[in-house]
């Protein structure tokens, strides 16, 4: 459909215009996006009383992780909220590595640590182990970190208060690199999860989607169970349960400040598969649920947003390659120049103000003196961010045609955490 759409609109003498006509409306979306005011977050919670703090679950599904797995129960057992408040999960997805031995010796230490170990026929993947456990939980609230996830102390405590407005659903805490010094590729994922942060901050801002990212959600328990739960035919939980949360009319929210940090993929390949997986589970919830989408379920606002998110990051990309075929045959410059500049110009501003924003708000944030230094230090990071990003070109083509000729998939290649390595040397309890 989009590459016979692109051929059409080459063909036809009104193409030109319609695609004017729709640079003009995303254009005019782009611009209250970029101008919208953010919504202000409350306080963080710091209260002498513990009936004032809502109770919390903590859930970490994880399989053959032991590199990871010790460091993290460490950080979330050790948080800055009050102990008898909250509770840890750890779902062992029927580990074959040392995962099982780590979580032992660590149950022995941490009273809120609890530890699940599915069997080796149990299905769903990380949905269906999520789902397994979640009638086990007491809280409230429900978060989901990823096995490499490092957790600022302080995060519940600015987390909580922001479930204080009724109709928020859910709240998503921006990722961060840790091992962004790297090499180029997770330096240009750095920059990324910056942009994404950012542009979610302002759609919210305007009423439109906020999106789960997996690592670092935060769901009301409430709104969880009302829709069902995780959905165990995806292979993207968080960007599936975004769509039923919103059909559902609950919000979802942003902290940008703290962040949840991960590890970034380090080579090629494993980016290929990362993001083939997250492009497949993105226009997958577009399949499943666009009966729903199209019947206004969410609201005018939110619909209109999410329209104009499946152009710029899923339609546009696949359709380059047909009209750049097109151009080259028919001698004259690709048609969607327009809406590509568009987007082009989107990215650049989003990832320097974003960047920007986060740099001045953290404590060793730049100077005035230094200012001159760290805007050129900036634009860098944006040029690098801008060319990082053109990947998703050949990962939506490669995507879209395989999505129309192969069935769902349910499966994916796992992404590999290194950590530090200082848990592999635990001793075995037996």
Same mark, same amino acid.
């Given at each position: 459909?989009?590459?016979?759409?692109?051929?059409?609109? $080459?063909?036809?003498?009104?193409?030109?215009?319609?695609?004017?006509? #729709?640079?003009?409306?995303?254009?005019? $979306?782009?611009?209250?996006?970029?101008?919208?005011?953010?919504?202000?977050?409350?306080?963080? #919670?710091?209260?002498?009383?513990?009936?004032?703090?809502?109770?919390?679950?903590?859930?970490?599904?994880? +399989?053959?992780?032991?590199?990871?797995?010790?460091? *993290?129960?460490?950080?979330?057992?050790?948080?800055?909220?009050?102990?008898?408040?909250?509770?840890?999960?750890?779902?062992?997805? =029927?580990?074959?590595?040392?995962?099982?031995?780590?979580?032992?010796?660590?149950?022995?230490?941490?009273?809120?640590?609890?530890?699940?170990?599915?069997?080796?026929?149990?299905?769903?993947?990380?949905?269906?182990?999520?789902?397994?456990? *979640?009638? +086990?939980?007491?809280?409230?609230?429900?978060?989901? !970190?990823?096995?490499?996830?490092?957790?600022?102390?302080?995060?519940?405590?600015?987390?909580?208060?922001?479930?204080?407005?009724?109709?928020?659903?859910?709240?998503?805490?921006?990722?961060?690199?840790?091992?962004?010094?790297?090499?180029?590729?997770?330096?240009?994922?750095?920059?990324?999860?910056? !942009?994404?942060?950012?542009?979610?901050?302002? /759609?919210?801002?305007?009423?439109?989607?906020?999106?789960?990212?997996?690592?670092?959600?935060?769901? /009301?328990?409430?709104?969880?169970? $009302?829709?069902?739960?995780?959905?165990?035919?995806?292979?993207?939980?968080?960007?599936?349960?975004?769509?039923?949360?919103? %059909?559902? /009319?609950?919000?979802?929210?942003?902290?940008?400040?703290?962040?949840?940090?991960?590890?970034?993929?380090? =080579?090629?390949?494993? #980016?290929?598969?990362?993001?083939?997986?997250?492009?497949?589970?993105?226009?997958?919830?577009?399949?499943?649920?666009?009966?729903?989408?199209?019947?206004?379920?969410?609201?005018?606002?939110?619909?209109?947003?999410? !329209?104009?998110? #499946?152009?710029?990051?899923?339609?546009?990309?696949?359709?380059?390659?047909?009209?750049?075929?097109?151009?080259?045959?028919?001698?004259?410059?690709?048609?969607?120049?327009?809406? &590509?500049?568009?987007?082009? &110009?989107?990215?650049?501003?989003?990832? !320097?103000?974003? %960047?920007?924003?986060?740099?001045?708000?953290?404590?060793?944030?730049?100077?005035?003196?230094?200012?001159?230094?760290?805007?050129?230090?900036?634009?860098?990071?944006?040029?690098?961010?801008?060319?990082?990003?053109?990947?998703?070109?050949?990962?939506?083509?490669?995507?879209?045609?395989?999505?129309?000729?192969?069935?769902?998939?349910?499966?994916?290649? +796992?992404?590999?955490?290194?950590?530090?390595?200082?848990?592999?040397?635990?001793?075995?309890?037996?």
């Amino acid at each position: 459909m989009i590459w016979s759409g692109t051929v059409a609109l $080459h063909l036809s003498t009104w193409g030109s215009w319609l695609v004017i006509g #729709l640079t003009t409306l995303m254009g005019i $979306h782009a611009l209250r996006v970029l101008l919208a005011r953010p919504i202000p977050l409350p306080e963080p #919670l710091y209260s002498d009383d513990l009936a004032d703090y809502p109770q919390v679950s903590l859930m970490v599904a994880a +399989k053959n992780e032991e590199a990871v797995i010790g460091r *993290l129960v460490e950080n979330l057992c050790t948080l800055d909220y009050p102990t008898c408040r909250y509770e840890v999960w750890i779902i062992d997805d =029927n580990s074959s590595d040392r995962t099982p031995i780590v979580l032992e010796r660590l149950k022995q230490t941490y009273p809120q640590l609890h530890v699940v170990r599915r069997s080796a026929n149990a299905s769903g993947g990380k949905s269906g182990a999520l789902n397994q456990v *979640l009638p +086990k939980t007491s809280g409230e609230i429900v978060a989901v !970190f990823d096995a490499d996830a490092q957790v600022p102390p302080d995060l519940l405590r600015r987390v909580v208060p922001m479930f204080e407005r009724e109709r928020v659903g859910a709240v998503q805490v921006r990722k961060a690199i840790t091992n962004a010094t790297a090499n180029v590729w997770t330096r240009g994922q750095a920059v990324e999860m910056v !942009f994404d942060a950012y542009i979610q901050q302002q /759609r919210i801002a305007i009423g439109g989607i906020g999106e789960l990212r997996g690592n670092g959600q935060f769901v /009301r328990r409430d709104a969880l169970e $009302h829709c069902g739960g995780w959905n165990e035919e995806t292979i993207t939980d968080d960007l599936d349960l975004t769509i039923r949360l919103h %059909l559902d /009319r609950w919000d979802v929210d942003l902290l940008m400040l703290p962040a949840v940090g991960e590890e970034g993929v380090t =080579n090629a390949i494993g #980016l290929w598969h990362q993001r083939n997986r997250w492009a497949e589970g993105g226009y997958q919830r577009y399949l499943d649920y666009w009966r729903l989408i199209v019947r206004n379920r969410m609201g005018t606002g939110k619909t209109v947003d999410l !329209f104009m998110f #499946l152009i710029s990051q899923y339609l546009l990309p696949t359709a380059a390659v047909p009209d750049f075929l097109m151009a080259l045959l028919r001698n004259c410059p690709p048609l969607l120049i327009p809406i &590509t500049s568009l987007s082009l &110009t989107l990215s650049i501003l989003g990832m !320097f103000i974003g %960047l920007r924003q986060v740099q001045t708000s953290l404590p060793d944030g730049p100077t005035p003196r230094r200012r001159l230094p760290s805007i050129f230090i900036t634009g860098m990071q944006t040029l690098l961010g801008v060319t990082y990003m053109l990947h998703w070109i050949p990962v939506m083509a490669s995507t879209t045609t395989r999505m129309a000729f192969r069935p769902k998939r349910l499966k994916w290649v +796992k992404t590999v955490h290194h950590g530090s390595g200082e848990w592999l040397d635990a001793p075995d309890p037996s």
